[in-house]
T-cell receptor, first 113, second 110 residues
Framework: KAGVTQTPRYLIKTRGQQVTLSCSPISGHRSVSWYQQTPGQGLQFLFEYFSETQRNKGNFPGRFSGRQFSNSRSEMNVSTLELGDSALYLC????????????FGQGTRLTVV | QKEVEQNSGPLSVPEGAIASLNCTYSDRGSQSFFWYRQYSGKSPELIMSIYSNGDKEDGRFTAQLNKASQYVSLLIRDSQPSDSATYLCAVNQAGTALIFGKGTTLSVSS
């Protein structure tokens, strides 16, 4: 069974640009969550989607947005990139949205210069 | 603000010893508890889940949950150098996001 797939693995962007990250969950999983991981802040929750609906949202500015498609694949977008957005962005998929085990993809390493 | 607290470490143990990792959480309504292992440069890997008070054992790993004390722990028996990693505690309540602690770094010396 294939795991969670995130693309691309690495990105280098310039301040002010925008970026779109993609996540394909484990087959049959309908919940996708996104996290930002930095050395100082650890894993911080961005948002969670279940059956194309955003169920929860973390404390991030509106520059961070996401969506989920009917096949459960998800994308997150960051507009007007700032240097502080440099981080590892992790996607996790779950079978359901209530207390289920979450499995992470390899992550996308974003560097903003 | 829901919080999950872990001692950042590093926790250093000799090979073959028991490593004890601890986690406290602030949301008394939390219902699901997880431990993840993250090697440097890799993504978190789920190693244990626990939902009810008591102990849950899986191989060399034992998760312990005490909801009254809002405390969850992970014991690693017969620690191996390959167990050296950062261990993340994660907690959630039904319908809410999974919240992570900042992790405890474990170093097992041979």
């Amino acid at each position: 069974k294939a795991g969670v797939t995130q693309t691309p693995r690495y990105l280098i962007k310039t301040r002010g640009q925008q970026v779109t990250l993609s996540c394909s969950p484990i087959s049959g999983h309908r919940s996708v969550s996104w996290y930002q991981q930095t050395p100082g802040q650890g894993l911080q929750f961005l948002f969670e989607y279940f059956s194309e609906t955003q169920r929860n949202k973390g404390n991030f500015p509106g520059r961070f947005s996401g969506r989920q498609f009917s096949n459960s694949r998800s994308e997150m977008n960051v507009s007007t990139l700032e240097l502080g957005d440099s981080a590892l962005y992790l996607c996790a998929s779950s079978l359901r949205d209530r207390g289920a085990e979450a499995f992470f993809g390899q992550g996308t390493r974003l560097t903003v210069v | 603000q829901k919080e999950v607290e872990q001692n950042s470490g590093p926790l250093s143990v000799p090979e073959g010893a028991i490593a004890s990792l601890n986690c406290t959480y602030s949301d008394r309504g939390s219902q699901s508890f997880f431990w993840y292992r993250q090697y440097s440069g890799k993504s978190p890997e789920l190693i244990m889940s626990i939902y009810s008070n008591g102990d849950k054992e899986d191989g060399r790993f034992t998760a312990q949950l005490n909801k009254a004390s809002q405390y969850v722990s992970l014991l690693i028996r017969d620690s191996q150098p390959s167990d050296s990693a950062t261990y993340l505690c994660a907690v959630n309540q039904a319908g809410t996001a999974l919240i992570f602690g900042k992790g405890t770094t474990l170093s097992v010396s041979s």
